[in-house]
């Protein structure tokens, strides 16, 4: 799936942070398919560009995820206990977003006196 940053807006803050999160969603999308087939024969993890390319090129899209030597007998190149880990820092990236950009409206709310 592509995902591409709303360019019609001017950048700020608030963008930037829900950008950050739709793209920690789609990651996590990511990784929790390859934790679902790491047991399938063949099957390769995959994982979303990097957030900086995002923001470069305004697509973040799926790739096969570089780790060449750890294939089992059967040609599956998931290790699950790196994609859990991948998973739980996503989870932990998703949360600092959110709670920033909840934090910038509050900071708004209280420049406006509500």
Do not use: C
Not at 9 to 17: E, G, I, M, N, T
Not at 19 to 30: C, F, I, N, S, Y
């Amino acid at each position: 799936m592509t995902i591409r940053p709303d360019t019609a807006v001017s950048p700020s803050f608030f963008r930037l942070a829900s950008e950050r999160m739709d793209w920690l969603a789609e990651r996590q999308k990511v990784l929790a398919a390859n934790i679902a087939n790491a047991d399938t024969p063949g099957y390769r993890a995959r994982d979303l560009t990097s957030f900086e390319d995002f923001l470069a090129t305004g697509v973040a899209e799926s790739r096969e995820a570089a780790s060449p030597w750890d294939v089992s007998a059967d040609g599956n190149r998931v290790v699950l206990e790196e994609q859990s880990l991948l998973a739980s820092e996503t989870e932990e990236s998703h949360r600092l977003a959110a709670r920033l950009y909840r934090r910038g409206h509050d900071l708004i709310s209280l420049a406006v006196g509500k």
